[in-house]
């Protein structure tokens, strides 16, 4: 099997800026208690290895003869964070079973400091974002793996998640924002489909299907009622510091990115229903 490498950029770029982000993330992860510094750091690594085999080995890679050396990376980087994304559907769960907290403060501002699921889960999602957001910014020039929305989107939450987890605040709602990693493996059975040039088929359809309803459920309507389930406890956790403000406004910049992702999920949905039907059409007329 013949690999894809990395695409050419320029190193001593993409070493500066990557460097200068590592340099500020393990500062960041540093002052976190130190059962959380090493699971973050620990995940960390984990996903630049996890990648690092992928890229050595083509292991659950298609034969890259025709295939471009973005195409290549993305694929890898998309398999990561599949990883990422059922480890963290199984963890909402885990969260959602803790709920109701006794007392019921603890699930806002944990004054008890209980470590439970809400704190491991979201360790190792600030682990896989710090490892993402360097592959984000090594490949912001590639031709097709440069995703602006994406930087945002892990910038906010790597901010975000390291506040929550120095307090454990906010426990409840991590159970409904790690829920919406269920879009992701659609996401990328999609993305793994249309660069193997199968978006004609049944499959590419039923992906799309599947993303659209799960982005639709869980980062907009999941994410509606979470937000609403959020003001309605304000009297829990509105004394507990600016910081936790600035959380909630990180929550909300989010929620605005998922609906303009919304849009777009929408009308790629279209575009493949209305691709499905003309190719039906059409296998109709020549029978």
């Known amino acids: 099997m013949k690999m894809a490498p990395e695409p050419k950029t320029n190193t001593n770029t993409q070493l500066k800026e990557c460097g200068s982000v590592i340099f500020i993330l393990t500062w960041t992860t540093l002052l976190q208690e130190p059962p959380c510094a090493r699971l973050i750091a620990t995940t960390s690594f984990f996903y630049a290895f996890a990648y690092a085999f992928f890229r050595k080995t083509g292991f659950l890679q298609p034969s890259w003869n025709d295939r ?4 290549g990376a993305g694929w890898r980087s998309r398999l990561v964070g599949s990883v990422n994304a059922l480890l963290l559907i199984f963890g909402s769960f885990l969260c ?20 439970s699921h809400p704190v491991t889960f979201a360790s190792l999602f600030v682990g896989f974002l710090q490892w993402d957001l360097c592959w984000l910014i090594w490949h912001r020039k590639s031709a097709t793996n440069n995703d602006p929305s994406a930087m945002i989107h892990h910038i906010i939450f790597i901010a975000v998640t390291h506040y929550v987890l120095f307090g454990y605040f906010f426990k409840r709602p991590f159970a409904w924002l790690s829920m919406a990693e269920l879009s992701t493996p659609f996401l990328n059975i999609r993305w793994f489909l249309a660069v193997s040039d ?16 799960t982005f639709l459920a869980t980062r907009v309507v999941g994410f509606t009622l979470g937000l609403y389930d959020l003001w309605q406890s304000y009297n829990l956790w509105k004394d507990s510091g600016t910081g936790l403000y600035g959380v909630v406004l990180g929550l909300h910049l989010a929620y605005i990115l998922n609906i303009f992702w919304s849009t777009k999920v929408v009308s790629a949905l279209q575009r493949a229903i209305r691709k499905k039907k003309k190719i039906a059409s059409s296998l109709l007329k020549s029978d």
Do not use: D
């Open 68 to 71: 471009s050396h973005e195409n």
């Open 198 to 213: 199968r978006k004609g088929g049944m499959p590419y359809l039923l992906a799309s299907l599947g993303f659209a309803l």
């Open 96 to 115: 959602f079973f803790e709920w109701p907290y006794n007392p019921v403060v603890e699930g806002w501002t944990g004054p008890g400091r209980v470590w």
